[in-house]
């Protein structure tokens, strides 16, 4: 543990055109790493946040709606490659919905079907900006050029995050893994919007352009689509910051939180990876934190370009240290550490952060195989402006790990995904492939057949299993 492992970084990352604001972010979180700083935020130490304004109650006119719309951005991180599912490439491109018409569409298509929705109800120009990754920016700007304007005249349509070195976990130094050089890097967690906009100027160009609001969240969540109501009510604030916290139900068990510090009276965000373990039952108390953070934030650009400038892009974000192997897929590989840091942790950044309750329907992540399966089931409808909209109350699905691979995944679901508007759960055990017209009730339960099952066309799943 010397200045030799940090040393060693920065050359690296400075060779392979990281840009400076990273570097120097990178090096804060090394120094907080090498001190024996672990990023624990401890329940002691906080208060719960409690008694949000709801996005239910409010009431703002279309005028004020539209205004504000008129003056926002939206950016979506989408540096993701969906490696859980076993992809390698933009998890934004992956088919998540299929029109009456029979058009599939992806999460992207989604994205830019909700904008141009939004732009056509409120005459708002909302420009669209993508925070890619190196690996996602060429497939994700050509699926952006097969829709008519996108683009916003004088803006980007997207700008790149930042990557680092995996260090070792026991000299601290960049491992060395000739394998597959490409695992010797990673990225730095979503708290890298703030290096990367710095970097890239995008905040300075939104500004001289006219707009004042950026709403920002991740493109896997559909239910992040432009609104006009909470554009309103973050304008209204005054706020420099603000967060959409849900409430948290019996599936909620892991997430970010927003909890306020003792010390200061300051709101701040503790990640699962932020918990002491005698703390997690704590945490994961909804009578005691009642909300869970979505990702999606809102920013006045004008004090994010203040702060961005008065730093260098170097926010002082809480550290999470991620103790994985070189080869996620190689339990014996080297033991290394990733630096991160989550973007909601800004809050504590901002004096007057503030945040607002929201329904479910602005959290729909994907991140593995059985979310997928129920934003391309009949639980939800896509409605003309291209939201994703629940029917019912989602069932709990749990899929084997025959389909964690997006490959397995499509091939047993070939002919479309089952009906579960009757289902309050589906578990499904052992490797299945399912007929067209298939339906589940009540709680769908498939146990292991030993060998690859079938579910017939038009078939019924129940407690019992299939039936005619």
């Not at 996602?136 to 699926?143: I, K, N, R, V």
Request: charge should be negative; proline fraction near 6%; include cysteine.
């Amino acid at each position: 543990m010397s200045d030799r492992g940090l040393e060693l970084a920065r050359d690296k990352m400075t060779t392979a055109g990281v840009a400076p604001a990273a570097i120097e972010t990178f090096t804060r979180f090394y120094r907080l790493l090498e001190s024996g700083e672990t990023g624990l935020v401890r329940e002691d130490d906080v208060e719960p946040l409690t008694g949000l304004e709801r996005h239910a109650d409010l009431t703002f006119s279309a005028a004020d709606t539209a205004e504000a719309l008129s003056r926002t951005a939206i950016i979506k991180l989408n540096g993701g490659l969906g490696t859980s599912m076993g992809m390698d490439r933009a998890k934004s491109l992956l088919t998540v919905r299929r029109t009456a018409e029979g058009e599939d569409l992806s999460f992207l298509d989604v994205i830019v079907k909700q904008v141009q929705a939004a732009r056509a109800a409120t005459g708002a120009p909302l420009p669209l900006l993508l925070m890619n990754s190196f690996r996602t920016q060429d497939d994700s700007l050509a699926a952006l050029a097969r829709h008519d304007g996108v683009g916003v005249d004088g803006l980007p349509l997207d700008f790149l995050q930042n990557r680092e070195p995996k260090l070792r976990a026991d000299t601290l130094e960049p491992v060395e893994w000739p394998a597959d050089p490409s695992l010797e890097w990673c990225p730095p967690g979503h708290g890298d919007l703030y290096p990367a906009l710095h970097a890239s100027g995008v905040v300075r160009a939104l500004l001289d352009a006219g707009f004042r609001y950026a709403s920002v969240s991740n493109s896997d969540n559909l239910g992040a689509a432009p609104d006009g109501e909470i554009a309103a009510w973050f304008a209204a604030s005054g706020a420099p910051y603000a967060a959409e916290m849900c409430r948290k139900s019996p599936a909620d068990v892991k997430g970010g939180q927003l909890v306020v510090r003792k010390a200061d009276g300051r709101i701040m965000q503790r990640e699962t990876a932020q918990t002491h373990p005698d703390d997690m039952d704590a945490a994961l108390d909804a009578s005691r934190h009642p909300y869970f953070h979505t990702n999606n934030l809102w920013f006045d650009l004008e004090a994010l370009a203040a702060e961005l400038d008065r730093t260098g892009g170097v926010l002082e974000l809480p550290l999470i240290r991620n103790d994985k192997t070189v080869d996620p897929t190689d339990a014996s590989s080297t033991p290394v550490v990733q630096i991160e840091s989550a973007m909601g942790a800004a809050v504590a950044v901002f004096e007057g952060a503030t945040a607002i309750e929201v329904g479910r329907e602005r959290f729909l992540p994907v991140k593995k195989t059985s979310d997928l399966l129920l934003m391309r089931s009949d639980v939800y409808d896509l409605t003309d402006d291209f939201r994703l909209v629940a029917q019912v109350d989602a069932p709990l699905v749990e899929l084997s790990g025959t389909y964690k691979a997006i490959s397995r995944f499509d091939e047993r679901f070939a002919a479309g995904a089952p009906s579960l508007r009757s289902a309050t759960s589906l578990t499904v055990a052992g490797d299945w492939t399912f007929g067209a017209d298939v339906r589940v009730v009540g709680d769908g339960v498939l146990a292991d057949p030993g060998e690859r099952g079938s579910v017939p066309d038009g078939a019924t799943v129940g407690p019992s299993g299939v039936s005619a």
